[in-house]
């Protein structure tokens, strides 16, 4: 709720409220539809080139595990390189004007904390980019070596995951609610397509994950417990 508010920068950018000041502001000068499909074709590039590494390391790989690692990888380069990109310049962000910057700022129209260094947001995509985006990779890459740490530690970094997603539906609605605060653009595109849809990947796929690695932690375990009264002297 640091933001502040300057009558000067009234309609001098698109984000909400109007009079949210923004030093140094620079307007996005790539389209729209550029932008996303920029982004759009980095996923699938990444989705493609890991799903030729994991069918090479594992061919009889299944398409759980093909989904999974896909995910993680996925979310090993959201999380480093874009979310990263976000913690190390979150107080120069009205003004970048490279790929990222605009990128962000067009999502920005969502939720103008990613302008304006809101606390929270900061230390949130800080921990996402430095803790689950190289624990992401390492998942990816055990998910494909068919490795049994992948289990715990698929459940350490989709709990992490579901818990700051959590966090940021909770506080975003709770200032607004509470504070009347306003983050996000009023056509309703930019809250179910950007705000909604996108960070709801980020609830909806960790819960299945939890599920599937709590199942199996839990066959392995109850096979040690079984194999171990097998040995048991009498």
């Known amino acids: 709720m640091s933001a502040t ?5 009234m309609a001098s950018h ?17 389209s729209v539809p550029v932008l996303l499909t920029a982004f759009a074709g980095a996923a699938g590039f990444v989705v493609w080139v890991t799903s030729v590494l994991a069918r090479t390391m594992q061919p009889r790989i299944s398409k759980a595990n093909l989904f999974t690692t896909m995910w993680f990888m996925l ?14 310049h979150n107080g120069s962000m009205p003004a970048r004007a490279d790929l990222f910057g605009q990128l962000w700022k067009e999502y920005a129209k969502s939720d103008r904390r ?43 970094v989709s709990l992490g995951q579901l818990y700051g997603d959590v966090l940021y539906y909770a506080i975003f609605f709770f200032d607004e609610s509470v504070y009347g605060a306003v983050y996000c653009r009023p056509e309703s595109f930019y809250f179910w397509t950007y705000f909604v ?8 796929v ?22 171990a009264k097998e040995v048991k002297p009498k």
């Open 5 to 9: 508010y300057s009558n000067e920068s």
């Open 75 to 88: 979310c090993g380069c959201i999380h480093f390189f874009f979310e990263g990109y976000f913690a190390y």
């Open 197 to 204: 849809m996108l960070n709801g990947f980020w609830i909806v």
């Open 114 to 156: 990613y302008l304006t260094r809101d606390s929270f947001t900061v230390c949130m995509e800080t921990v996402t980019a430095v803790a689950w985006g190289p624990l992401s990779f390492a998942i990816g890459w055990l998910v494909m070596k068919n490795h049994p740490l992948r289990h715990p530690l698929q459940i350490i």
């Open 206 to 227: 960790p819960l299945l994950l939890i599920a599937h690695s709590t199942v199996e932690c839990t066959r392995a375990l109850r096979f040690a417990q079984h194999a």
């Open 14 to 30: 698109p984000y909400y409220p109007p009079g949210l000041a923004l030093p140094g502001f620079v307007p996005n000068d790539i």
